[in-house]
């Protein structure tokens, strides 16, 4: 479905300055696969999108959707997908259902097949009740399942979904998510989502594509991530200091046991199955004759995974490293996409207010 090799943009943002924002990225989804780009703020993951679906021109690099190239033949491509930016998208003066009543129109249906493909949705997103209300009157989970609405009108191949539940508390975006996958399941289609929400990639995505400054550093499913890159961490609680010494040097026999710590009668560990790894060390001191008062074992997250690749927290980098810093996606860029998913007809970066009216 998504096909890259070597995909590059940079700004130049003076003579003597050019902004990487994506560094020659290469990345494959396959048609029906769900795969989120996590990354911080200035990562590259919006930049990449918009190039993904024709909003930007890469300055290198290829970039293939649905079997067609984005430069060449960005009406083709724009015909498979559908996009759902950062912010609102439907006009808050009308009505959830004329909104993507005129949408589906803007796509070439006809105002009957638009108006049953509207109420479809509608249904679909748990929106039936609000269709005639002004966009804005719905609250701002509401607006958001109307934004991935707008995207899936011309029942699209692929939907590319950008940080589609930022600003929506835990409850709204549990609930977006329970839509997503329900229209999934009924309508197979491939999604392509970026967040830096951690448990978001670790619970909805397939895959998770980690992206850092411009580049991607892992890619992979979020269980092979955490547990080949970061590991389960393992803790004990012997019974005296002297103890402690010799349930380290017990810890440290373990399958994948490394960076093993001893603090007073406190006893951590990197290992590679702590659910397996505890009793096991437990069953074994107790043959040695340690005691041990207490053991838990914990599962990384992928903060820990980011960590582990980088050196630093996902969490830090979000207030280390502004938009527009060395790697960044800069924080006004030439071309500029909509909110609201981006019809065929039109051209990258300009509005569809017109064509909405003239289709209504």
Excluded: C
């Amino acid at each position: 479905m998504i096909r890259t090799s070597g995909l590059t943009k940079d700004y130049v943002v003076s003579r003597t300055q050019t902004t990487h924002a994506v560094r020659g990225l290469d990345l494959s989804v396959d048609d029906g696969e769900m795969v989120a780009l996590l990354g911080p703020n200035g990562a590259g993951k919006t930049t990449t999108m918009r190039m993904l679906t024709t909003l930007l021109r890469p300055t290198a690099g290829t970039a293939t959707v649905a079997g067609h190239d984005v430069v060449e033949h960005p009406a083709r491509v724009r015909r498979h997908l559908g996009y759902v930016g950062q912010g609102n998208g439907a006009g808050h003066v009308q009505r959830a259902v004329d909104e993507l009543i005129s949408q589906g129109e803007i796509y070439g249906l006809d105002r009957r097949a638009a108006r049953r493909r509207a109420e479809e949705l509608l249904t679909g997103l748990g929106l039936a009740e609000f269709a005639r209300r002004k966009v804005s009157e719905l609250s701002g989970g509401q607006r958001r399942r109307l934004d991935v609405a707008l995207g899936l009108v011309h029942a699209p191949r692929l939907l590319v979904l950008d940080e589609p539940t930022t600003g929506l508390d835990p409850h709204n975006r549990a609930n977006l998510w329970e839509h997503v996958h329900r229209l999934r399941a009924e309508h197979p289609m491939t999604i392509l989502l970026s967040t830096h929400y951690l448990d978001e990639a670790d619970s909805e995505a397939q895959r998770v594509v980690v992206v850092d400054r411009g580049r991607i550093i892992a890619d992979d499913t979020a269980d092979a991530l955490k547990r080949e890159l970061a590991g389960d961490t393992v803790a004990f609680r012997a019974g005296s200091t002297s103890e402690a010494g010799r349930l380290a040097e017990m810890v440290a026999r373990l399958a994948g046991a490394r960076d093993v710590v001893v603090q007073g009668i406190a006893v951590r560990a990197t290992v590679a199955d702590g659910p397996a790894a505890v009793p096991e060390l437990v069953r074994a001191a107790a043959v040695a004759g340690v005691a041990v008062l207490a053991a838990e074992a914990t599962r990384p997250t992928l903060d820990d995974v980011f960590l582990s690749l980088t050196g630093r927290s996902l969490r830090e980098s979000e207030d280390a490293l502004p938009d527009g810093g060395s790697g960044a996606e800069p924080q006004s860029e030439p071309e500029r996409a909509p909110a609201r998913p981006i019809p065929a007809q039109s051209t990258p970066g300009q509005s569809t207010s017109k064509n909405r009216k003239e289709a209504a």
